[in-house]
């Protein structure tokens, strides 16, 4: 009985076997019927790949590996009297890049052992190719610096990269690349193009490297383009719109104002300079200005004090918060005088989530007018517990987290926890925001 079932085994896995091959024959058979119809058609690149996959599943078809030596070989040929013609033509990349068609056909067929053989004098006659295409982009590139073409006399030094070059050539490829960008730089900082003048100098810098001569150049023109372009701007102080002054945490306005001054626009972005916080603080107490909305025109006064370009004055527009549907969980706690004896509380878990609307506006002091405003709004949520007893938690022993529960110091601090990341998100907001508009105005 054993050896029947045995037998059954071996002869079941030999049918899969016998199958396996012969569905393998038959893709095989129909990649290779499909390879001689691609040559009908004169489409013989594809044809060759054709054969080339026939003969990756089944090298001893002789068939195919014929019938890809014939092909390839018609194909070195055709190749071949492209390149002549490109080179007659003076088109020596287009010569290269067809050459290179050569070398990946003989390769991919190679692979399969088929080897495709060139005249005498292919290396040769490539090589010369490659020194013409070379010299050719060079000479490109240069003159289309001495019209002030610099994208394109970039786009000649950048292709070519893909040649294989000498290290005295990829040198000369770099030093090529870093001229232009200061040049360019030099012409963006003349047409007061500044933040272009400057992104250009840092490309000449990446390229050269730290010990170039190149460095100081590129850095003097950063130093202009910021000394020229950079935009100054005062922010004032917020205040609480009659829309959002009665639900609004106190004192919001100030902790608000306080985060963005000191934590995000501290760190401003380039050709944005914030006016020094200390002297904007001095002109509004000189001006007797202590917290609520400030006019257009007062604005304006304090821009021209500070002699800066902009003045940012800003409000709170909106505040809400949602309280979600709590979750309530009965919980059972034994008491303090008697642990054999305990009691029901309930403790409530919900989401809340906090929404709150800023516009600013940006002022031109020396017009008098807003110049630009926008909206920016924030939005976070928070998990919170708490315990609820109908009587004296303190009578339940609890631990020192369910104690917490109940404490409603606890419950303050975690609003303010949440309250404070609003504000942080909010000044992150504004901050950005502000940068962004700002940058509008430097070219």
Aim: proline share 3%.
């Amino acid at each position: 009985m054993m050896m029947i079932r045995e037998k059954r085994k071996f002869i079941g896995v030999l049918s899969l076997f016998l199958f396996l091959a012969l569905m393998n024959c038959a893709s095989v058979e129909k990649k290779y019927r499909k390879g001689q119809e691609l040559e009908s058609k004169g489409r013989l690149e594809e044809a060759a790949q054709r054969y080339i996959r026939v003969l990756t599943k089944d090298p001893s078809m002789e068939d195919a590996r014929q019938r890809l030596a014939d092909v390839g070989s018609s194909l070195v040929d055709t190749y071949l009297e492209q390149a002549y013609v490109h080179e007659s033509a003076g088109a020596y990349e287009n010569a290269v890049a067809t050459l290179n068609r050569i070398d990946s056909l003989r390769s991919r067929t190679s692979q399969v052992g088929v080897r495709l053989s060139v005249p005498d004098g292919y290396a040769q006659f490539r090589q010369e190719m490659i020194d013409a295409a070379v010299a050719s982009l060079f000479q490109q590139g240069e003159n289309l610096e001495k019209g002030e073409n610099w994208a394109e006399a970039l786009r000649r030094y950048e292709r070519l990269r893909q040649y294989p070059l000498s290290p005295d050539q990829m040198q000369r490829v770099d030093e090529s690349r870093a001229r232009v960008y200061i040049k360019w730089a030099e012409q963006d900082l003349a047409r007061g193009f500044f933040r272009a003048a400057y992104g250009h100098a840092q490309n000449a810098m990446e390229i050269l490297g730290p010990d170039s001569e190149t460095i100081a150049q590129a850095q003097a023109i950063q130093k202009a383009a910021l000394e020229a372009g950079t935009k100054t701007v005062a922010v004032l102080p917020f205040w609480a719109s009659a829309r959002a002054a009665d639900v609004a945490p106190r004192g919001m306005e100030s902790d608000l104002y306080d985060t963005l001054l000191y934590e995000y626009l501290a760190a401003p972005v380039l050709f944005v300079g914030p006016i020094d916080p200390g002297a904007i603080h001095r002109e509004l107490s000189r001006l007797r200005i202590r917290s609520g909305e400030i006019a257009l025109q007062t604005a304006a006064m304090v821009g021209l004090t500070l002699n800066t370009d902009f003045v940012v004055i800003g409000w709170i527009e909106s505040y809400l918060q949602e309280d979600g549907i709590p979750e309530e969980i009965e919980r059972n706690a034994p008491l303090r005088r008697d642990r054999s004896l305990s009691a029901t509380y309930i403790e409530k878990r919900y989401t809340v989530e906090l929404i709150s609307e800023v516009m600013y506006q940006i002022v031109d002091p020396a017009a008098s007018r807003v110049v630009d405003e926008e909206t920016v709004v924030a939005k976070i949520s928070g998990q919170f517990r708490r315990g609820f007893f109908d009587g004296d938690y303190t009578t339940l022993d609890l631990s020192r987290d369910e104690r917490m529960l109940f404490d409603r110091e606890e419950w303050l601090r975690a609003e303010e926890e949440l309250e404070a990341i609003m504000y942080n998100k909010l000044a992150e907001n504004i901050a950005a925001s502000i940068f962004e508009r700002v940058l509008r105005f430097v070219r």
